[in-house]
C-alpha cells in the first residue's frame, strides 16, 4: 500500500478549524460515528502515553488543595484534565467532601479514567486527597460537587459547573444549594 499524504488536510485543519466543522457536515453519518470514535481513542492514547503520570500527580498534590484541606476546582495541563478531590473530618460520619462528577459519573467511575491516586489526610483530622487524570475531551462536563455530612445526613452545599470547549475548561454556572432536599 503506498503511503498516504495528509500535510494539505493537516494544514487546513489547523489553519482553519471551521474547516473540521465543514468536513464533519459532508460525511456520512457512519463515517462520522467512526471518525469521532477515531478521535477519542487517539486523545486517550496520547494523554496515557503522555509524560510521568506519577511527577504530573505529585505536582497537583502540592498546588490541588485549598486550606480547608479541599479540592481547588479542576484545572488543564496539557495533555491532562486534573481532578482534585477528598475528605475531610473528625468522622466518616461528620465530615465536608468534594468530588468531581464527569459526563454524570462519579470521576472515579469514569470510562476516561488515565489514572487516580488517593494518599491520606495528614495532621488530625480523618479522611484523604485524591487526582485524578483524564484526557481532555471537548465538550466533556464537569460538577464539582461540595457537600457536608452531619450525624449521617449528606447535603450538598454548591455545585460548579465546568465544561471542556477549545481545550479550555469553562465555568459554566455555580450554585449553592440549600440544605433542604439536597442529598
Known amino acids: ?8 488536510i493537516i494544514r487546513h485543519l489547523r489553519d482553519e478549524p471551521d474547516t473540521a466543522r465543514e468536513l464533519c457536515e459532508k460525511l456520512p453519518d457512519e463515517v462520522l460515528i467512526e471518525l469521532g470514535a477515531a478521535i477519542r481513542d487517539e486523545t486517550m492514547r ?3 502515553e503522555a509524560g510521568d503520570h506519577d511527577a504530573v500527580i505529585d505536582a497537583a498534590f502540592e498546588k490541588g488543595f485549598a486550606r480547608d484541606g479541599l479540592g481547588v476546582l479542576p484545572w488543564i495541563e496539557n495533555p491532562f484534565l486534573i481532578c482534585p478531590g477528598g475528605l475531610v473530618g473528625k468522622n466518616r460520619a ?6 468531581v462528577s464527569v459526563d454524570e459519573t462519579w470521576v472515579w467511575e ?8 488517593k494518599r491520606s489526610m495528614p495532621g488530625s483530622h480523618e479522611g484523604f486527597r485524591a487526582i485524578a487524570l483524564l484526557p ?3 465538550g466533556m462536563t464537569l460538577d464539582v460537587v461540595r457537600a457536608k455530612m452531619r450525624q449521617g445526613q449528606h ?3 454548591r455545585v460548579t459547573s465546568l465544561k471542556v470547549k477549545k481545550a479550555r475548561l469553562i465555568e459554566v454556572e455555580r450554585r ?3 440544605a ?3 442529598r
Open 176 to 178: 449553592d444549594v440549600s
Open 94 to 99: 461528620n465530615h465536608r467532601c468534594q468530588f
Open 136 to 138: 481532555i475531551i471537548e
Open 180 to 182: 433542604l432536599g439536597a
Open 110 to 117: 469514569n470510562r476516561d479514567l488515565i489514572t487516580e491516586i
Open 155 to 157: 447535603n450538598v452545599e
Open 46 to 48: 496520547r494523554a496515557r
Open 1 to 8: 500500500m503506498a503511503a498516504r499524504r495528509y500535510g494539505t
